[in-house]
């Protein structure tokens, strides 16, 4: 194959070192292909000035080199974070990215591409069961899989880290540290993270001997306003709570907000804990305690199990779950230099 350059294929193969099928494994992102041989090849192609033909190559293999990656609220850090990793590990690959966020105006242009096959993939990286977009993915047939949030009764491909534990360790973490009456800034118990931090946090509460007062308890919007508006609510109580715990980073950053504008310090009054390690978390002014998800290994997994189901589609689904690391910060009272880090069992 001649690529727009005019190198060829074989030119690139005798470049490298290599065959041409290795070549086309690698323009394809097969993952059998070592790493070393990957960048090898890749270097060749840049030396030589080697630009594959997509639409050749589509014509060929049936393939467009092209993923659709389903993402929601791009305003949440954690997304822009997800989103990156996404672009750095697809087009070390190749493979180019179509970006979707279904709570803006992507949820008719998804459907549509993904019904018309105009992606070779989907990464859905914020969903719930009833996503429009997802049933479209499931009714057509489309290669995907899910990464961060889950569906438990889906039989698809996902990653996501251990929340559920992620919620008992924050537990553990503000009773074995004197916390006693806690407040929780917590989401939709649609989407699987909020369902499963919230489940481990209260499991461990109860194992613990206490219960969350319900008057204690704010479900709003994901947004840095909500987090805000609840953690006023709460320090307004005529008994405010001396810890809370947010669902997500987002949520917890508008925390923080919330207490300095109600002339509450923290950590000194009320501690402030989130979920997700968003980099903002750790910006020295902030310092906010926090659960890690290993957002660059799920994604890594996750494109690593869509490129294999696009080369095997007859695999069993597979579902990966990463460890959590508590980051403890400033907003706890109890940070050390560049944050601690303990491991959620």
């Known amino acids: 194959m001649k690529s727009k350059s005019g190198a060829t294929s074989k030119d690139l193969a005798r470049a490298a070192g290599v065959s041409q099928a290795t070549v086309s ?3 394809r992102g097969e993952a ?5 041989t990957r960048e090898r090849v890749l270097e060749a192609a840049r030396q030589i ?7 050749a190559r589509a014509m060929r293999t049936s393939r467009l080199g092209v993923i659709g990656v389903v993402v929601a609220r791009l305003s949440n850090p954690l997304y822009t974070e997800i989103l990156c990793a996404l672009n750095e590990v697809l087009a070390d690959k190749e493979l180019k990215v179509v970006l979707w966020d279904t709570e803006g105006t992507g949820e008719t242009a998804a459907i549509d591409s993904i019904s018309q096959s105009l992606v070779d993939g989907v990464i859905f990286a914020a969903v719930t069961r009833s996503s429009p977009v997802l049933e479209e993915a499931i009714r057509s047939a489309a290669p995907l899989v899910l990464i961060n949030r889950t569906i438990d009764d889906l039989s698809c491909d996902q990653v996501s880290s251990d929340n559920r534990a992620g919620g008992a360790a924050v537990a553990s973490y503000l009773l074995d540290h004197g916390r006693r009456r806690i407040g929780f800034i917590s989401g939709s118990l649609e989407v699987s993270t909020v369902r499963d931090r919230e489940a481990g946090f209260l499991e461990e509460l109860e194992r613990r001997g206490v ?12 947004s840095h306003e909500s987090g805000r508006t609840a953690m006023q609510s709460l320090l307004d109580l005529a008994d405010p709570p001396d810890a809370v715990f947010c669902a997500n980073d987002l949520l917890a950053l508008g925390a923080l907000d919330g207490a300095f504008e109600a002339g509450v310090r923290v950590p000194e009054e009320c501690w402030v804990v989130g979920f997700d390690d968003v980099e903002q978390a750790s910006w020295s002014t902030l310092s906010l305690t926090t659960v890690r998800q290993p957002v660059r290994k799920i994604v890594e997994d996750g494109v690593a199990l869509l490129l294999e189901r696009l080369a095997q589609p007859e695999l069993e689904p597979r579902r990966i779950v990463h460890p959590v690391d508590m980051m403890i910060r ?4 109890r940070a050390r230099k560049g944050g601690q880090k303990d491991k959620a069992e």
Not at 32 to 36: C, F, L, P, Y
């Open 211 to 222: 219960t969350l007062e319900s008057s204690l308890t704010r479900r709003v919007p994901f």
């Open 32 to 36: 059998s292909v070592n790493a070393d």
């Open 49 to 55: 000035d080697y630009r594959p033909n997509v639409l």
């Open 25 to 27: 494994r690698v323009f």
């Open 330 to 333: 400033r907003s706890t009272a």
